[in-house]
């Protein structure tokens, strides 16, 4: 490089730092705009953005109004812009303070906790799953059901019963034995209470999601306030993860705990164990974690990983057997069902419509399995020959919500932490770039004419 | 870097780029579907002269991907399917807004739209679609 050029980024570098506080706070009081503009509409309820719920935000109602989609399609844009700003910021200030970044720690910790916080606060958005969640809990603790077997169907009597959706009344629980036990203590406290329950639930996993998050980038010689920048204040992340209260935050805690126990500290058998068995963990709560599993054990090449993982599956399915039977643990049974499920924001039927076919056909699931078992088999083959293993996983996510007939937004935040803790700059960039595809599909409404 | 790399890269860009074209491409379809259904709501309003909100759309009928609706709503103001039903038959392309009306059938209280339960067919949209 020439000194001219040298002297060029140099300058560029220092109007970075002079300019990185103030846009960063520009940035930030838009997510937290776009973030309080939907919990306060979301709160006046009578939205079809928000799901039939017991009233949970009553003292935030009267201060928005109805939330339309208009509305919220503006402000999830905004957010959206807002975030992609604050993400080539924090990567250019990185670059040009790699320890530290022109972002200071706890202005990064402010905001992320802000839009945690206003989410937290609200009612809940966008999905009627966390009325699955309960429904299930309720049908084992106080019907003596076992939510393996029936669907929400078979307690229409139960106060949580109308809350759930239309699509998954008759549907029997396709999560973990391990998620549907902490579920448990949460069903006698009522609707209300267990609602509370599970979005606490939500804000605690992922506040230890982002924690470990930090860990494991500062362990890896990254710029940690980037890494938690990158994900905790994602729109995805915050309004369909954290809004929805979805398990998929319980289980990415699993997932960057075992990452944690192998990034982290000083690497030993134990470690490589334990971080094994959160994966496992990770799966018995919502199985698609498994997939780390592999691309751990090809890179340690050791007995370790192993044998803690086979222990974890031991207990797991012990436990699960004795509570829930044969149902409770059979996960691939769960997993085929769901891979049958066909969803208009899916990629697949995106490039149905592109082909001129009407939708996904069962030759389209065959096609699309196939291809992920090619995509996973060249990440096995590139972790053996010495590619992070971490990464490999974050490919194997992406390709699997990509490939899935049944994509939903917090599908589409599995790969999200192990990309800001990786080398390879380009999962960050695909898994972005999947994301934005994602938005830019749900925008129809606001292209449409004002009746 | 690597063949590997540079080979992964090139595929990943193609693949972003279909990604990109399938969502455009989609985004397009379901702007016009709405552009075409918000056409159908203010036709059957127009033409029963009813502002009722409460209108439910069909686009089987007439023929998946024909781009051809039944709309079907109440008579007189009540609840969504409380009273005679008027179905109306919707194509064409959209003028002002509106498309046309070529017929369609009547339906009796709380009766869903089957060829049993239609009397009244008139215009194109209706022949041969009532029982007698």
Sequence with gaps: ?451 | MSRVWRIETVVLVLVGLLLAVATVNDLGREVGINHRLVADLSTWRHYTGHHYLNISIDQETLGADSQREVLCGNTSAAPPGARTQICLGIWGPVVDGLRTVHGGWYLPPYHPDIPANRYGCFGVAGQGRCPR
């Design chain 1, 1 to 451: 490089m020439s000194v001219a050029a040298q002297s060029e980024r140099g300058l560029a570098q220092v109007r970075i730092q002079r300019w990185a506080p103030a846009l960063a706070t520009l940035l930030a009081l838009v997510l937290v705009a776009a973030a309080v503009e939907i919990v306060l509409d979301g709160a006046a309820g009578l939205s079809p953005l928000i799901p039939k719920s017991p009233e949970i935000a009553g003292w935030l109602r009267g201060i928005g109004e109805r939330l339309g989609f208009r509305v919220f399609l503006i402000a999830l844009l905004a957010s959206t812009a807002a975030y992609g700003g604050l993400v080539v910021l924090v990567r250019r200030s990185s670059i040009a303070r790699p320890s530290t970044g022109a972002i200071s720690k706890r202005w990064a910790i402010a905001l992320v906790a802000a839009l945690q916080l206003i989410v937290f606060a609200g009612p809940i958005l966008l999905s009627t799953d966390v009325f699955s969640y309960i429904a299930y809990a309720r049908m084992g603790v106080e019907h003596g059901l076992n939510p393996y077997l029936h669907g929400p169907v078979a307690i229409v009597s139960d106060p949580v019963f109308p809350y759930v959706g239309e699509d998954w009344v008759h549907v029997a629980t396709a999560y973990g034995p391990l998620y549907t036990l902490l579920s448990y203590p949460l069903a006698p406290l009522g609707v209300v209470g267990a609602l509370w329950g599970m979005k606490l639930e939500a804000l605690l996993a992922s506040a230890g999601t982002l924690a470990l998050t930090w860990r494991c980038a500062r362990a890896r010689g990254f710029d940690p306030v980037a890494a938690l920048l990158i994900v905790g204040a994602n729109p995805l992340y915050v309004i369909y993860g954290l809004g929805g209260a979805h398990n998929d935050l319980i289980m990415m805690l699993a997932m960057m705990a075992a990452v944690s126990l192998t990034v982290a500290g000083t690497p030993s058998a134990r470690r490589e164990a334990g971080a094994a068995a959160w994966v496992v963990a990770g799966a018995l709560i919502k199985a698609t974690v498994a997939v780390l599993l592999p691309f751990m054990i090809v890179s340690k090449r050791r007995l370790a990983p192993i044998l803690g993982a086979l222990a974890a599956i031991a207990v797991g399915a012990i436990v699960g057997y004795a509570v829930f039977g044969i149902h409770g643990i059979d996960l691939v049974a769960a997993l085929n069902r769901d891979a049958a499920f066909v969803s208009t924001d899916s990629f697949a039927t995106e490039l149905a419509h592109l082909v001129g076919k009407p939708g996904v056909f069962p030759i389209d699931h065959d096609l699309l399995k196939g291809a992920l078992v090619l995509i996973i088999v060249h990440l096995l083959w590139r972790t053996w020959r010495g590619y992070d293993w971490v990464a490999a996983s974050g490919w194997a996510l992406l390709a699997i919500s990509v490939t899935s007939t049944w994509l939903l937004a917090w599908y589409i935040l599995w790969p999200l932490p192990l990309a800001v803790v990786t080398r390879d700059r380009r999962l960050l960039a695909a898994t972005l770039v999947v994301q934005l595809l994602f938005i830019i599909h749900q925008i129809s409404p606001l292209l449409a004419p004002v009746r």
